[in-house]
């Protein structure tokens, strides 16, 4: 059972940024695959970002130059930095993990972009 924990978001003007954290109860390195998802009410869940063992990242179109991920193994951590917020960015994110045929979520953290 992997424990995963989410911290930085907020409120936050149009144009600005914010840094996302989510932290591992265990060793990344035991883990195959991190990310992002977000999930706007009434809508299916949006791969925002993703991460792998060996640092190949992707991103959803959306975000794509906005939004950089990346892992700090010392840490056990996943970071999501956001920069250039739109207004449709508000939703809440939830970090994933993937170890083998099992997939991890964290309880979520809420961004909301308004001015």
Known sequence: QVRLVESGGGLVQP??????????????FSIGAMGWYRQAPGNQRELVASI????STSYADSVQGRFTISRDNAKNTVYLQMNNLKPEDTTVYYCYA????????GQGTQ?????
């Open 52 to 55: 792998t063992s060996m640092d």
């Open 15 to 28: 144009g600005g940024s914010l840094r996302l954290s989510c932290e591992a109860s265990e060793s990344i």
């Open 98 to 105: 993937q170890k083998r045929w099992s997939r991890y979520w």
């Open 111 to 115: 961004v909301t972009v308004s001015s």
